[in-house]
């Protein structure tokens, strides 16, 4: 079982041929609301895998917070703590332009995500396989969840996403931190290289359609991306977490673990919104052996 401790967000999503500058107005192509936010992007990730899932989250008493508890539940994520709180939903308002975005995130009911909440969801964590974390939530109950876990003795994976409030001090409670190229860089404020010899096979740095690296004490082991047509890249980083988090529970190691990460996040940008194109499992294997 993998319990996911982190947001859950409408997304609000505008296509247009150019981004507007500043003070201009642009038309737009397309506008859907779909569900999304890191924390329910990477459990239902995880879940399309075949993961059995718990989520534990904050939505508002809005339409929003019905909508975004009914997709977690109909893609078979168990929602015991799932909290409904006064107020609205978090939001995540994404311009979306030639396969790019830009994403401005009002965090809403994901900023009442507190201890207590965590303290409520003990007994699910004591059986959990791994516990994933995100930076989408209040950084103390983050702090807060790690100790717990770190006392209970489950796994950690965090995805440093935004990179905003990590600590260094944080990483004796990780097992796995996945940030991309530039969160690193804002973490660690050194060379990747440098960054991740000093955290063998426990820094993954996800590098685009590049793929992912890591070091695993030995020599740096990277592992290709897979050649796609980009459609939407909003999610690629949540399904490359959720997939390598369902990988490493099902006990695949570390370099097969993050070549299926990389699989399952080359299908989700073939399709439009953070979780549209999130694959099964089928879909993956079918993947990875196209481009074996
Ligand atoms: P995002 O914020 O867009 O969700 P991210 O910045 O967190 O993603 P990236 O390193 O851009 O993380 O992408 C995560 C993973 O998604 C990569 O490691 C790779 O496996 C896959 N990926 C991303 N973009 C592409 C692409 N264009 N083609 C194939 N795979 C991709
Ligand atoms: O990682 C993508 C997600 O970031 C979007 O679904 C959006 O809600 C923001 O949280």
């Given at each position: 079982?993998i319990?996911?401790?982190?947001?859950?967000n409408m997304?609000?999503?505008?296509?247009?041929?150019?981004f507007?500058?500043?003070g201009?107005?642009?038309?737009?192509n397309?506008f859907d609301?779909?569900?999304?936010?890191?924390?329910?992007?990477q459990?239902?990730?995880?879940?399309?895998l075949?993961?059995d899932?718990?989520?534990?989250?904050?939505?508002?008493n809005?339409?929003?917070g019905t909508?975004i508890?009914?997709n977690?539940?109909?893609?078979?994520?168990?929602?015991?703590?799932?909290?409904q709180?006064?107020?609205?939903s978090?939001?995540?308002n994404?311009?979306?332009?030639?396969?790019?975005?830009r994403?401005?995130?009002?965090?809403?009911?994901?900023?009442?995500l507190l201890?207590?909440?965590?303290d409520e969801?003990?007994?699910?964590i004591?059986?959990?396989?791994?516990v994933?974390?995100?930076?989408?939530?209040?950084?103390?109950?983050?702090?807060?969840?790690l100790?717990?876990?770190?006392?209970?003795?489950?796994?950690?994976?965090?995805n440093p996403?935004?990179?905003r409030g990590?600590?260094?001090?944080?990483?004796?409670?990780?097992?796995?931190?996945?940030?991309?190229?530039?969160?690193c860089?804002?973490?660690?404020?050194?060379?990747?290289?440098?960054?991740l010899?000093?955290?063998?096979?426990?820094?993954?740095i996800?590098?685009?359609s590049?793929?992912a690296?890591?070091?695993?004490?030995?020599?740096?082991?990277?592992?290709?991306?897979?050649?796609t047509?980009?459609?939407?890249?909003?999610?690629?980083g949540?399904?490359?977490?959720?997939a390598?988090?369902?990988?490493?529970?099902?006990?695949?190691d570390l370099?097969?673990?993050?070549?299926?990460?990389n699989?399952?996040a080359?299908?989700s940008?073939?399709?439009f919104?953070?979780?549209?194109?999130?694959?099964?499992?089928?879909?993956?294997?079918?993947?990875l052996?196209?481009?074996?």
């Amino acid at each position: 079982m993998i319990t996911v401790i982190g947001s859950a967000n409408m997304d609000l999503v505008v296509g247009t041929e150019n981004f507007p500058n500043q003070g201009e107005t642009v038309l737009g192509n397309v506008f859907d609301t779909v569900p999304g936010g890191k924390g329910a992007n990477q459990a239902i990730a995880a879940a399309r895998l075949g993961g059995d899932v718990h989520m534990v989250c904050c939505v508002g008493n809005d339409l929003f917070g019905t909508s975004i508890t009914d997709n977690l539940q109909k893609n078979a994520i168990d929602c015991t703590g799932v909290a409904q709180v006064e107020g609205a939903s978090g939001i995540a308002n994404i311009l979306l332009s030639e396969g790019d975005n830009r994403i401005i995130v009002v965090p809403g009911a994901n900023s009442l995500l507190l201890p207590s909440h965590i303290d409520e969801v003990e007994e699910q964590i004591k059986k959990s396989k791994l516990v994933i974390l995100q930076l989408e939530i209040p950084i103390p109950t983050v702090v807060y969840a790690l100790a717990k876990c770190q006392a209970i003795g489950v796994p950690v994976l965090l995805n440093p996403a935004p990179a905003r409030g990590f600590e260094l001090d944080m990483m004796p409670s990780i097992t796995y931190l996945t940030p991309n190229e530039t969160e690193c860089e804002q973490i660690f404020g050194m060379d990747m290289v440098e960054a991740l010899e000093k955290y063998p096979n426990r820094l993954i740095i996800t590098l685009g359609s590049e793929g992912a690296r890591y070091f695993d004490g030995e020599r740096h082991v990277i592992v290709d991306g897979f050649k796609t047509t980009v459609v939407d890249t909003t999610g690629a980083g949540d399904t490359f977490n959720g997939a390598l988090a369902q990988a490493i529970v099902l006990g695949m190691d570390l370099e097969k673990a993050v070549r299926f990460a990389n699989a399952a996040a080359s299908l989700s940008v073939e399709k439009f919104g953070a979780q549209g194109g999130m694959p099964t499992f089928k879909e993956v294997q079918e993947r990875l052996e196209e481009q074996s």
